[in-house]
Structure formats: C-alpha cells, structure tokens
C-alpha cells in the first residue's frame, strides 16, 4: 500500500509545494518510509535543473570517511559536468548528499546522465526545464521542510508516499522515478508488477539503465523508451495496461501533461476531481479534501482507464 | 427491521426463489433463518425524535465512533455529522435503531458492520463502504468507490451516482440500487440478494456468482465465468418499481427494459458435494 497524489493547474501557476505537501501529509498512513514530489516550476529558456545525490541518507551513519566522500564524489560530478562542456549557473546543497544545479547544457542528456552516474554513489533525480524531483526519507512534513519545498511556486506536480514492500528503505526505491533520459517526464504508482524482471531485462538490452530493484521504476523507464519510439504519452500509457502485469495505480507527468492509469483490475484506489481550472487526484479523497475543505463531486476512475490533462 | 408479516408478504409474492444447491450453500444460508424484530440484548433505547449535531472537523475516527455511540446511550436517535471530510471507518458497527446523515463525504470502510440504523451520506462514500451490512438503509447521494456493499446481508445500500469496482462482492442479502454505472467484477461471488444498476456495468459481470439477481439498465460490458441472462418475471419488475420509488429513484427506459444476469450454477460447488468428497469420486 502506497499513496500518490497529483495535481495540475491548468493555465497557471499555483502553491503547488503547499498543495502536495498538504495532499501526501494525509497520505502518510499509506506509506511512512520515504516521500517523494516532482515538482513543475516555471522554466527559464536554454536552462536546465538537475537535482542529484552522491549518497544515502543512511550512508551518513556508516564510516568515518563518508563526509570527505561526498565532497570527493560531488567533486567528480563537476569536474565531469564541465568536462562535457556544461554550463553551471548556480548550485545548491540542499542537504550534505543531494544537491540541485542550474545549468546550462544543449549536448545529449543520456550521456551526461551515464557520465554521472558512473560516479561511485550519484544518481541523477531528475533533468528538465521544469522538473524538480525530490525524495527522501521521512513524512512529507519532514521532506517538505528539509528541501524547503513549502513555497514553490509552479503548474504541476505528483508525489509519494512509500511503504517499502518489494525493495529496500532508502532514496533509490522511493518515488517519484524520473524517466531517464527524457527530460521533465517522472512517475509515481502504486502496486506490483508482476513481470517486472522480464520487463526490465527487455529494456536493459535496448540499452536503458535502471537505478533500483524497484518495481515501479519499471513503469518510468518502460514508458521513457515508448517516448523513444516517437509514441505518445496516452498511447504509451494505454499501451502499459496490456504489456506492464500485476496490479497498479500510476500517475505521470510530463512539461505539460498530467496522466493516470489505472490497471484492468482496478486493485488500487484512485479518487479524482476535475473543474475548468485545476485537476486533482489522489488514493483517498482525505488528500483532495486537505487542500479543498468545501464539499465538491469526486468519482473514482474504472478499470483500464487511461486520462491525460494537458496544461 | 421485516416484520414477520413482511416476510410473509415477501414469500407469498415469490421473492425467496434462490436455489441453494451445494451442500455448503444450504447449511450456512438458510432463507429461514433470518429474523424478525431482532434486537441486540445491549441496544441503546433512542428516541428517533431527538436530534443533535456532531462537527467531527478535528476529531479522529475512534473519537468519532465513540462520541456517536456516548450520544446513542444518552437517547439521541438522530444524529447529524458535519464536516465528515472523507475520513475512514466513521460509524462502523452500529448494531442500533438510529437516524444518522452524513453532510459530507466519508473515506473508506464508512458505516461497516452496521444492523438497523438508516444512514444518508450527501456526499461520495469511499471504498467498502457498508461492509457486511445486515439490515437497515444506506443512501449515498453523489459517488462511491469500489467494494461498494462488499459481503452485504441485509438492508438496502443505495447510491444515486456511479460506483467503482467489484461492487457486492460476495453479497449474502439485502439490495444494492446503483443509480449511474458500476465498474469491473460487480457481483463477484454473489451468493444471495439482490443488485440494481441502472447505468451500465463493466467487464465480468456476476463471476462465479453461485446465486442472486442482477439487473442491469444499461450496457454489459462483459458477463464473469458462469453469470447468465435470465428471464424477468412480472413480480421482479413489481418489485424493481416499488424499491426504486422508495429512494426517489426511476430506471430511464423502464424496469421492463433492464437486463437479468443469473448464476448459470455449472461450477463445481453445484453437485452437491465437499471438495473432499469430490476428490474420493474422482
């Protein structure tokens, strides 16, 4: 049992930090291990966020030597950042191990992400114009504060709570999962997938990297390589309810979209409401009802159901 | 709660035609053995005409619960909850006479376990909303999620908008009255009692249902293993206009239109025997 949540304000910005924070703090009974959002700012032309880590958070209580690691790894990260000619423009150390940049990079992500990642203890959260991907440890109160998430200001964003069942308690597993390599796209679900290693063995020999043992990153990176092949969003997500097995509830984002689809099953909950200015969806209506206190009309999307809100 | 009048009235009308066939079916679901004018030793004694308010804002749903039954032992038989918030298990087991609305909308498990109160909820119910009903009624306004009437025995569970999936899901009783759509594997398992859905209905209908009726509106998406069309009879038809009068309701191309989904009983519980048994035969 896990709790997503997602909304999208569609013409303009919103409290959207406040919004998801309010959302997945009621979701906290689903999933107490980890909380994650990915978050849609407003984008700046020709730059780029990255957000990153170099560690765990659990690492920080192993050895004596971690601390002197994570500067020697972040050191690595930039010397192979400018290396491949990126630009950057700001950096922030948001905690000891995870770190936000503002960059400047036209070359080609995959390979930036690889050159990275291939530094003892990185993995990129996220790249885009728009995105920003947070998780960690924690309730969403606890997350929320630590990466000062409160005041963001922007249209979109989905968000998690995990209790960790098929993989372990930590910042790789937990969600949301970018969809690597593409740009702004990232997911949250919630359920299992039951041919997750078949799945997952199929895209590693089409050359996609996966950073976790958890089943939901799966779904990302499935749907990050349909989005290769030139396939839609919605064509991408109707194409999962056949070829992704097991029961699940998954909610993506792109720059300008927001998507759900529910299995054929219908196993896992997902209550949504829809007016002309916002769309907001959530596992249980008490996430809706924390940021719209005032009785609205809510319904749960059926079995095999694919929906898709553009911005 | 019927009366013994009520029951006779029922029988003489043809409305107990369930063929209980498996062994196991006519030991645990005797159409005897329910009773009339049944009462919990420890009911609280309320009067229906005395009325209170209970904002639950800031209340959890343990606080809640005990609250309603603190004002049912204090004799207050109708009771109004305000600002209910889509919160969970609000007025479980609830083995009482009482007259209970909900202003608002309930999360999930709301009124589960209950015998005798009449509930109206004027918002959506979430999943498993009135699980193992045993008798009274339960009206929801707008929507409700899946599960909706899960394991049901008695009473009539009523929702005006549309539900999700496996609504009565090994139901044992009662009346479940949808008045939009329902999702996938609606039915699922039935074994008693009866379903109304006016809209249409998804994938599965009725699988492995071993009894009860189903009557559908609108489109069937698909019939579940072993669920098949029946034929209406005129006392059905009867009874479908009266239980949907009762809550307002009217089925919009006529009663007689509607669909009836029965169990075909050709699975392997219809012979008559224990699965140990069935194996000594094979």
Redesign the interface.
Known sequence: MCGIAGIIHRGKSGDVGREMTSMLKALKHRGPDSTGFALYGTPVAKEHIIRFKVAEQEDLAKGFHIHKDIEDRKATVDERMRGLGVDILAEEAVTEYAFRYRVKYDGDMRRLADFIEDVEGAEILSIGEALELVKDLGDADVVSQQYDLGGFIGTHGIGHTRMATESDVDIRSAHPYWAYPFKDVAVVHNGQLTNYWNGRRALEHRGHRFMSNCDSELIAVYLADKMDQGIDLKQAMTDSLTELDGVFTYVVTTADKLGMAKD???AK?M?LYEDDETVVLAS???A??SIF?H?I????P???EVRVWQL | MATLDDKHKSYGMGMHTEQLKGRSLSTFFSVDEESSNFTYPDAFQVDIDKKTELDVKDMEATEINLKVRALMKEGYGHIVIKNPLAKHSLCVGILNRLKLEFEGSLGYFGCGLIDGPNITVKGRVGWSCAENMMSGTLVVEKNAGSTFGAAIRGGDLVCKGDVGSRTGIDQKGGTIIVGGNTGAFSGFMMQRGRMIVLGDAGINLGDSMYDGTIFIGGKIASCGVDAVPGEMTDIEAQWMERKLALYGMKAPNGVSKMQKIVAGKQLWNYDNLEPHEKKIVL
């Open positions: 054929t099953m219908a909950p209550v249980e209506e008490a809706i009802r206190p009785e009309d809510t319904f749960d059926y079995e095999g």
